[in-house]
């Protein structure tokens, strides 16, 4: 059974969560069985499960949280906010591993550290802290002895992705490669300077930007010379989840829904600047990790889950959102195969009929009443069921829009995401044409023109010498020709050796009705062997050509 045998008493140890919560299918997968298709539990249970299992199958799950692609909505919705119920590891433990990963005693760097955690998640746990400047900062440190439990279970995982890998569903959603990337993301999460980079990058992008105010946004700083792989160090904010926000009351300012239309504006403009124009984008933007400040302003915390898209996806993405708007199935179907991976067969009529039944439901409804994540999610289920394999950014895309939308509408339910989607989708599709120098794009554009006016009159003047002196000739390369033509010639063969076998035995037919001879009896029996001979071998390469059919 692969690795599994390697872990015998974690395995025993995920075989009694397992029937202890009566998931029969993984039951099967642990005994060693004939893998059949995937029966997933339903989602409270598959959530149970994967707590029980400890800080690695949580991690598990928020991660097939971020893939809609593969699991139904209901799951996704299950899924995410999943947290593992971890005590805090003992002071004791975290300030040795503290005083280990820096270079300088605790007391010459903080003035102050409450010992007692302000969070506790799989892999690290929070802490509050002062600098001998007086600034106060957030201590994120891993748990110790962290490493050891990833490496197994990481093993296990792998191991099982295999077992289900040999099933329809673990073919065509590559069961493998999501438990690779689950392992490469997990090792990149035990690393915290990579989420320190993910921080500056998202600050830096996010400073003096033209799509909205920046100074009411906030992305904490990072202290790079408090940072290594195991601490990370970053400026605290006091602020509250933005959900829970009591916005002030003061005299002569703008009313609270006035307020809250502005914040979510701003909102809106940060992520969707993030993912069409930078292309690189804060992927967990759930109501934890979203605060509204003591003085007024947005931030956006936890960084450590980021997506990326390339600009010709964004192209695409974009696209979809005026299709889905206009409830257009047909430019969905088109923009969906242009961005599924190489190499599937996908019947683009049902698609197209799957997308437009789809979108049937939403012709009588105003815009302020779809709730485009649900939208989002149905567009995956579609792929899902016609067997489309999307790229796994896909998932964070639309988790994050999903996320989105679900922080906008409880902080202000009266939002309506046309009136936000359409400039924002207008100014997109400008720098995507122009660029981000509109003057430089026009004037290469007019310096192209320029040469291009120069040049046709030569070469039109060259065409039209090459027709008229019968000189001109044509280079063209069609893919697969030397086959077809090859295909064909064999098949002239063949009809030629098919009337010569007939024209045989109609000869040898004529003959053997004239005189009764025997010289004619030869010759006719001569004729019929020369026909059966031919048309055997004939038969044997047709058959041997595997091309009956």
């Known amino acids: 059974m692969f690795a599994l045998t390697k872990n015998t008493s974690r395995q025993r140890e995920i075989a009694e969560v397992v029937f202890r919560n009566g998931w029969d299918y993984a039951r099967g997968l642990l005994a060693g069985d004939k ?34 692609d593969i699991l139904p909505g209901r799951y996704v919705d299950t899924l995410t906010d999943l947290q593992a119920n971890v005590p805090p590891v003992p002071w004791s433990e975290v300030e040795s591993l503290i005083r280990q990963e820096l270079s300088q005693p605790l007391e010459s760097i903080f003035s102050d550290i409450d010992r007692n955690a302000i969070a506790a998640g799989s892999i690290g746990q929070v802490y509050r802290a002062v600098l001998t400047n007086g600034q106060q900062v957030a201590l994120k440190v891993q748990r110790p002895g962290i490493e050891v439990i990833v490496a197994q279970d990481i093993s296990l995982i ?78 605290w904010l006091d602020g509250v989840p933005l959900l829970q926000a009591k916005l002030p009351q003061v005299r002569d300012s703008k009313d609270e829904a006035t307020q809250r239309s502005e914040i979510t504006t701003i909102l809106f403009k940060a992520f969707f600047k993030q993912v069409y124009i930078d292309g690189f984008f804060h992927a967990d933007p759930h109501p934890g990790n979203i605060f509204y400040l003591q003085d007024g302003r947005i931030a956006i915390l936890d960084c450590g889950m980021v997506g990326r898209l390339d600009p010709r996806t964004q192209q695409i993405l974009t696209e979809m959102l005026l299709a889905i708007v206009d409830l257009d199935g047909h430019r969905c179907s088109q923009l969906t195969l242009e961005l599924a991976e190489g190499g ?97 794009t026009l004037l290469r554009i ?18 039209l010498d090459r027709i008229t002196s019968e000189t001109l000739k044509w280079n063209i390369d069609i893919a697969r020709l030397d086959i077809l033509a090859l295909s064909l010639e064999d098949s002239a063969n063949r009809l030629s050796f098919s009337i010569l076998v007939g024209s045989l035995i109609m000869g040898a037919a004529i003959i053997s009705t004239g005189s009764p001879t025997t010289q004619v009896s030869i010759l006719s029996n001569v004729l019929f062997a020369v026909a059966s001979l031919l048309g055997i071998w004939l038969i044997i390469s047709i058959l041997r050509s595997g091309k009956l059919k």
């Open 446 to 463: 007019g310096l192209d023109l320029k040469s291009l006016s120069l040049r046709s009159p030569r070469l039109v003047e060259l065409l």
């Open 344 to 440: 599937q067969k996908v019947n683009l009529s049902r698609l197209t009929n799957d997308y437009d039944r789809m979108l049937r439901k939403y012709y009588n409804r105003s815009i302020s009443q779809i709730n485009f994540s649900e939208v989002i999610y149905e567009v995956l289920q579609v792929s899902r069921n016609n067997k489309i394999r999307l790229p796994s950014n896909m998932g964070l895309y639309a988790k994050t829009i999903a996320n989105l939308e679900g922080v906008a509408r409880g902080f202000y339910p009266q939002i309506n995401l046309l009136d936000q989607i359409r400039p924002l989708i207008a100014d997109v599709f400008r720098r995507q044409f122009l660029g981000e120098r509109p003057a430089e």
């Open 158 to 235: 792998k191991s099982l992705a295999e077992l289900a890998s040999r099933t329809e569903f673990g073919k065509n959603f590559d069961i493998v490669g999501l438990a690779e990337e689950f392992s490469n993301a997990l090792q990149a999460e035990l690393d915290f300077t990579s989420e320190a980079e993910y921080t500056e990058q998202l600050r830096t992008n996010l400073i003096n930007s033209k799509w909205f105010d920046s100074s009411k946004l906030v992305i904490p700083q990072v202290y790079n010379n408090l940072t290594t792989t195991k601490l990370l160090t970053i400026e």
């Open 35 to 68: 893998s059949d298709e995937p029966r997933l539990p339903s989602p409270e249970v598959l959530r149970n499960i994967l707590i029980e299992l400890g800080p690695v199958y949580v991690k598990l799950g928020q991660l097939l949280s971020t893939r809609p």
